[in-house]
Structures are given as structure tokens and as C-alpha cells.
Antibody
Framework: QVQLEQSGAEVMKPGASVKVSCKASGYTFTRYYIHWVRQAPGQGLEWMGIINPNGGTTTYAQKFQGRVTMTRDKSTTTVYLELNSLRSEDTAIYYC????????????WGQGTLVAVSS | DIVMTQSPATLSVSPGEKATLSCRASESISSKLAWYQQKPGQPPRLLIYDASTRATGIPDRFSGGGSGTEFTLTINSLQSEDFAIYSCQQSHNWPLTFGAGTKVEIK
């Protein structure tokens, strides 16, 4: 079965960088794009961007351009989200998600990684 | 960006009753809409995509409708496990965007 296993919670200082991992299993890693979506406390979901695990190409939401980097390691079937210049507003649960076969809808999700930014 | 507006913010419903949730897009998104259910401490669960297609394993008491800018999610005969937050998401344009959610609570 499809599984997306994310790394553990992080507590970061403002201005720092964080890197979250998402290990995929149960399907052909290079065939399906992975997205990153975040959710601030008590707030709605916010799409951050997408990575093609095959070629490594990415598309980021404009809001995060210049601060976010998504990468992948095909040998370990893992994708990574790095977010720089952290501020308190970046405190959120970060999810990786895999879409269904036929559209950009999220059928499989990681368990989420809490990133807390606090001085 | 396409703005997704959900209403109401909170819906109080008795078990066994029907709930109707609304989602409006700021511009036409054809039928490129999904609904998710989310419970505390869990990631979202895909219920409906392409406005009206149930995802794998979703009970038929959940149904979706609408197209263009107006969409609904109907939950017939609410069960105890259905009390949760429901969010809509458009996939018509980048960036993908979500509504703020409707909380369905026990009346």
C-alpha cells in the first residue's frame, strides 16, 4: 500500500532553515508527482509546490518563491522540502501528498511534520 | 489566485440528519473540485474529486455536485464519525487553492 513517511517535528529559530523529508513506498516513485501542503494552527490548507520525482523539476507557489526548495533522492525514494528564512508565520504542519492518477487531487498524505518557529 | 469560499463556517447537525456544505470559487473552475474530510491530528482524507466522483472507499452517503463556481457536498444520515472539518480544493489553475473549511459539529 502507498505510504508517505515524514520526518519528525522541528523547533527552529527565526531566520533559520528547516528540511523536512518524505519517504515514499508502495508504488513506483518516479511515476507520480509529490506536492507539499502546509496548515498553520487552526487554519486552512495551503499548497506550497510540486516536484516531479523522475526529472526533479519543480513548480513553487509564488508566495514561497526564493525561500523554498524541493528535491528528491531516487535511490531512497525520498523527497525533501527546505524552507529558508523562517519566521513565526511559518509555524505549521507540513504535509507531503501524492495525487490520484487522473488529476491534482491528494489521495495519499504523509502524517505531517510540525515545524515550530520561535525565538 | 482562485479564492475558494466555504459556507457556513460551522454547521450544527444531529446524528442521522443531512448536512449540506457549500463552496464557491472566485472564477469558473469547471468541475475541477475536490472535497476533503479532516479530523484533529490527522491529515485530510479525499472524499470527492472532479466535483462528484467519490474516492476509493468513500461511503455513498457522501455526494458532491455543482460546476463552474458553485459546489455542494451533501452528507446524508450523518454518522458519529462524520463530525469533522470539510475543505474544498480547486485544481483548475495554479496555484492549487483550498477553502478555509466548514466544521460539522454535533447539535
Amino acid at each position: 500500500q502507498v505510504q508517505l513517511e515524514q520526518s519528525g517535528a522541528e523547533v527552529m529559530k527565526p531566520g533559520a532553515s528547516v528540511k523536512v523529508s518524505c519517504k515514499a513506498s508502495g508504488y513506483t516513485f518516479t511515476r507520480y508527482y509529490i506536492h507539499w501542503v502546509r496548515q498553520a494552527p487552526g487554519q486552512g490548507l495551503e499548497w506550497m509546490g510540486i516536484i516531479n520525482p523522475n526529472g526533479g523539476t519543480t513548480t513553487y507557489a509564488q508566495k514561497f518563491q526564493g525561500r523554498v526548495t524541493m528535491t528528491r533522492d531516487k535511490s531512497t525514494t525520498t523527497v525533501y522540502l527546505e524552507l529558508n528564512s523562517l519566521r513565526s508565520e511559518d509555524t505549521a504542519i507540513y504535509y507531503c501528498a501524492k495525487t490520484i492518477n487522473t488529476g491534482y487531487y491528494f489521495e495519499h498524505w504523509g502524517q505531517g511534520t510540525l515545524v515550530a518557529v520561535s525565538s | 489566485d482562485i479564492v475558494m469560499t466555504q459556507s457556513p463556517a460551522t454547521l450544527s447537525v444531529s446524528p442521522g440528519e443531512k448536512a449540506t456544505l457549500s463552496c464557491r470559487a472566485s472564477e469558473s473552475i469547471s468541475s475541477k473540485l475536490a472535497w476533503y474530510q479532516q479530523k484533529p491530528g490527522q491529515p485530510p482524507r479525499l472524499l470527492i474529486y472532479d466535483a462528484s466522483t467519490r474516492a476509493t472507499g468513500i461511503p455513498d452517503r457522501f455526494s458532491g455536485g455543482g460546476s463552474g463556481t458553485e459546489f455542494t457536498l451533501t452528507i446524508n444520515s450523518l454518522q458519529s464519525e462524520d463530525f469533522a472539518i470539510y475543505s474544498c480544493q480547486q485544481s483548475h489553475n495554479w496555484p492549487l487553492t483550498f477553502g478555509a473549511g466548514t466544521k460539522v459539529e454535533i447539535k
